[in-house]
C-alpha cells in the first residue's frame, strides 16, 4: 500500500464521526489505499460544522504552520428531507477553489442514523435483531429512536444511542444492499471511490 492519505474531517455531531470514519477507511481499503483521518468538527450541527469549515480554509489558505492542503477534505451534514443533493450544493458553496477538487460530501437523508440501518440483514448479525424501518420518516428523531429501540430489544444497553455499534455495522455492510435501499448512501460510497481512484492515479503519475 502506499502512504497514507491525509483526510480532514468535517461532520456536525457523533453520529456522523462514528459512523464516517470507519467508512472512509473500508471504502480506502478496498481501493489499496491507507487513510488518515483528522476529525477538526465534530459538534455543534449543521451550522457548525460548515461554519468551522470556512474557517478552516482560512486559516490553511494563510500558510498557517502545521496545517497544509489534505489529499482529501470530508465534510458530513444530514439532508433533514431537503434531499441529498440540496445538503451536498450546500457544502460545495462553502468550499474554496483550493479543496473543491478534494472534497467528498456525505449528505444522509434524512439523517445519518438512516445510514446505519440501511442493511437490515447485516444489522441483525451485528446487533441480534433487525430494525423496524417501515416507509421513509422526516421526523427529526425518527431513525434515531428506531436505531437505540432496535439496540435495546436486542438486550444491549443503549450507551451511545447505538452508534456504539458503527464500526461493526460498517465493517460486516453490503454496500450493494445498502446502497439500493438509501440512495444519497449510494451517492456517498461511489463519490468516495471514485474520488479516491482519482488521487491514487494522480499520485501514480506524480511518482513517475
Known amino acids: 500500500m502506499s502512504s497514507p492519505l491525509t483526510v480532514d474531517v468535517f461532520v456536525e455531531d457523533h453520529a456522523h464521526e462514528a459512523f464516517l470514519v470507519p467508512m472512509l477507511e473500508r471504502i480506502a481499503r478496498e481501493e489499496n489505499l491507507v487513510a488518515s483521518p483528522r476529525v477538526r468538527s465534530a ?14 480554509q482560512q486559516v490553511v489558505e494563510r500558510g498557517t504552520p502545521g496545517l497544509a492542503l489534505p489529499d ?3 465534510a458530513g451534514i444530514d ?8 445538503a ?6 462553502a468550499t474554496h477553489a483550493p479543496f ?22 447485516s444489522f441483525r448479525a451485528v446487533v441480534g435483531r433487525g430494525p423496524s424501518i417501515g416507509r421513509k420518516k422526516c421526523e427529526r428523531d425518527y431513525y434515531k429512536n ?7 430489544q436486542a438486550g444491549h444497553p ?11 455495522l460498517v465493517d460486516n455492510m453490503d ?30 503519475c506524480q511518482a513517475e
Open 43 to 56: 459538534r455543534g450541527g449543521h451550522s457548525r460544522a460548515i461554519a468551522e469549515l470556512k474557517l478552516y
Open 72 to 74: 482529501l477534505l470530508l
Open 79 to 86: 439532508g433533514n428531507c431537503s434531499t441529498f443533493a440540496k
Open 88 to 93: 451536498k450544493k450546500t457544502i460545495q458553496g
Open 100 to 121: 473543491s477538487h478534494r472534497l467528498v460530501v456525505a449528505s444522509p437523508d434524512p439523517h445519518v442514523e438512516r445510514w446505519y440501518l440501511a442493511d437490515p440483514d
Open 146 to 152: 428506531v436505531l437505540a429501540k432496535a439496540v435495546r
Open 158 to 168: 443503549v450507551m451511545l444511542g447505538g452508534t456504539e455499534f458503527a464500526r461493526e
Open 175 to 204: 454496500l450493494y444492499r445498502a446502497g439500493k435501499n438509501d440512495r444519497s448512501l449510494k451517492a456517498f460510497v461511489d463519490d468516495l471511490r471514485s474520488t479516491l481512484r482519482t488521487i491514487q492515479l494522480r499520485n501514480a
